[in-house]
């Protein structure tokens, strides 16, 4: 895609000499494996639906300067003191502002976890192969792997695609492709996801353009009654002689339904500490919600702790690999296809054995990694980000250091999460 080939270490003999090839200095953002778009060298990202950007700008846009030439600059000598001029101000500022928000919210990174060069080292052999087959034995990667979180079982799944285990409230987006941090949703408003690093920003986002609409639509009323009092008529009478007030009453109004009622959800969710995700997933309504520390706390964790920074570089400069295979051991390659359950993390019972009732619906548009065949072809694990294992128990102790339980932290019974072997292979293969 970029005209870039993998680095040459072999020598060739030219004239006598060995000329040894340099190897190609790529940068991340370059060899990204999710769907995001990156513009001004890896600076800004976005999701694989930045057109709907537009879209989302032009809806905001196009009222307010329709706004502003039939509305607000009538309503300049209709009030003393330059309070009509004041009026247009606000509407400029206002919109500056809400466009603001729309672009910081779709041109950061929402949280993504940096995906795994290799499987995590499998802990069990799949021993289901017949007496005298020649087939070595398959290593096999547990799906789930159980955490304990202000004494709650919670249950954490590989995904298949990114090759680690989901830190908590973290997901799958099948759209960018890429497992996001606290994962929310997947705003087509915004054309990117939303998690743990730009939540917020689509709160005040989605809450300022109620607030903007409300604006239009007040003095759009304002300036009907103006025309009422001044020409002595009916209110369908100053309406018929205005008819972009019409226009933008309505639409105004429609939109106060949409981005309105988007706040109100979205308070719901901070109050009761909720993703859109487990709200939809209807996770909390038999169990208890382990991160739910009241709603002074909850809003402070959306509003006033400081944002983490993000996990990938995407400007960092790396070498660029050649393809790799699946990572063989024993003789047999890592087999990661055990049986799959419809449940993305599911909660336990409060100090129990992680019994807890399975989620109602199947995952199939953000829990589920993609599948390991692509067109026929294996999976390619990522090049030139942070190799090795991920490091899950360090970031899963900082989610419970927020929730003020740091120390909780302990692996389950399914084993540790640093990917770490579980024993040695004792078997090999026979001939």
């Not at 190609?24 to 990204?32: D, F, G, N």
């Not at 502002?97 to 672009?103: C, H, N, P």
Request: hydrophobic share 35%.
């Amino acid at each position: 895609m970029y005209g870039v080939h993998p680095p040459n270490n072999s020598g060739d003999s030219v004239g006598g000499s060995t000329a040894t090839a340099t190897p190609e200095v790529i940068r991340t953002y370059q060899i990204w494996k999710g769907s995001n778009i990156f513009i001004l060298g890896g600076r800004f990202i976005f999701g694989p639906d930045i057109r709907s950007i537009f879209l989302s700008i032009f809806l905001i846009v196009a009222p307010v300067v329709a706004f502003c030439v039939f509305v607000a600059r009538k309503l300049l000598d209709k009030f003393s003191h330059h309070l009509g001029v004041l009026i247009m101000v606000i509407a400029i500022l206002f919109t500056i502002y809400v466009i603001t928000l729309l672009l910081v919210t779709s041109a950061r990174d929402p949280g993504i976890v940096p995906r795994n060069t290799h499987p995590p080292e499998p802990e069990t052999i799949d021993q289901n192969i017949e007496a005298g087959s020649t087939q070595t034995p398959q290593l096999r990667l547990p799906r789930f792997k159980e955490v304990t979180v202000n004494g709650f079982t919670i249950k954490v799944k590989y995904c298949d695609t990114c090759m680690l285990y989901r830190p908590p409230r973290c997901s799958h987006c099948s759209i960018c492709d890429n497992c996001v941090q606290r994962f929310d949703h997947h705003c087509p408003w915004v054309g990117q996801c939303i998690g743990l690093r730009n939540y917020r920003f689509f709160f005040m986002f989605v809450s300022s353009a109620t607030l903007l609409c409300i604006y239009v639509f007040a003095f759009c009323w304002v300036y009907v009654i103006k025309i009422k009092n001044s020409e002595e008529t009916s209110v369908w009478g100053a309406l018929i002689k205005t008819p972009a007030s019409i226009v933008l009453i309505i639409y105004t109004f429609i939109c106060v339904w949409f981005v309105g009622g988007l706040t109100v959800f979205h308070l719901y969710l901070i109050s009761t500490n909720q993703s859109t995700y487990e709200n939809f997933r209807y996770r909390y309504d038999q169990t208890i919600n382990p991160y739910n520390r009241g709603i002074i706390e909850n809003f402070k964790d959306v509003f006033w702790r400081s944002i983490p920074p993000s996990k990938n570089d995407f400007r960092a400069v790396v070498v660029r690999e050649s393809e790799t295979i699946p990572r063989a051991s024993g003789g047999g390659f890592v087999n990661s296809n055990v049986e799959k359950t419809p449940s993305d993390i599911e909660m336990g019972d409060r100090k129990g054995n992680g019994s807890g009732r399975a989620d109602q619906y199947d995952q199939t548009s953000h829990g589920e990694g993609r599948s390991d065949l692509r067109g026929g072809h294996p999976r390619r694990s990522s090049w030139g980000r942070r190799s090795g294992n991920w490091d899950l128990s360090s970031d899963i102790a900082s989610v419970a250091s927020i929730i003020g339980d740091s120390n909780r932290i302990i692996g389950g019974s399914s084993g540790s999460f640093d990917g770490s072997r579980g024993g040695q292979l004792t078997g090999q293969s026979r001939q």
